[in-house]
């Protein structure tokens, strides 16, 4: 069973900085790629980044230059260092894991940027 844990959400204010945390553990194999996406109220989830077992990442336009994400595939540990956010960067977070044995996404994070 594949379990990932999503921490580090909470409440910052407009400008303000956090950092996500997933960590994967189970019987996880061969994965190659860990994503991050996001769902806010009455909205679907949305993708904001991805990075690939080489390294290179992509970003939602949305996020990009704000948005760093961070990681270890072949621990598969992600993190995702969020800068300068704004009240509609505030959703539930959720961290997936991709392997060639399908996709597994933890519980999520809330995020609230309010003041």
């Known amino acids: 069973q594949v379990q990932l844990v999503e921490s580090g959400g909470g409440l910052v204010q407009p400008g303000g900085s956090l950092r996500l945390s997933c960590a994967a553990s189970g019987s996880i194999f061969s994965t190659y790629a860990m994503d991050w996406y996001r769902q806010a109220p009455g909205i679907a989830r949305e993708f904001v980044a991805r990075?690939?077992?080489?390294?290179?990442?992509n970003y939602a336009d949305s996020v990009k230059g704000r948005f760093t994400i961070s990681g270890d595939i072949a621990s598969n540990t992600v993190y995702l260092q969020m800068n300068n956010l704004k009240p509609e960067d505030t959703a539930v977070y959720y961290c997936e894991s991709e392997t060639v044995r399908g996709s597994f996404w933890g519980q999520g994070t809330q995020v609230t940027v309010s003041s």
């Open positions: 990075i690939m077992s080489g390294g290179s990442t």
